[in-house]
């Protein structure tokens, strides 16, 4: 998750031209490619933010994040309050 994977290598895995990868991705999974993967490392984030004492930069770069506050920007547009705020509401140790 925390490694760049090319969609070119991805398409060429699966012996498809890029574009017809990426429509066939967004019709399998609902959603393009970016924004299942933005997903993903959205769901791996709040596991860690809920299941272990790692600091927010440790987390932001576990899960492919450029550095802290791309991973505070984006947590906070799509689940609506800053990681640290998420943690402290919700964990329970």
Do not use: Y
């Amino acid at each position: 998750m925390h490694e760049e994977i090319s969609l070119v290598r991805l398409a060429n895995e699966c012996k498809l031209s890029l574009s017809h990868f990426a429509r066939a991705f967004k019709q399998s999974a609902g959603q393009p490619t970016h924004r299942w993967l933005l997903q993903q490392r959205l769901d791996k984030a709040k596991e860690l933010l809920l299941n272990s004492s790692l600091p927010l930069a440790d987390i932001a770069l576990a899960c492919g994040f450029s550095e802290q506050s791309h991973f505070t920007r984006v947590f906070n547009k799509k689940v609506g309050t800053t990681p640290g705020a998420w943690r402290r509401a919700l964990r329970k140790w």
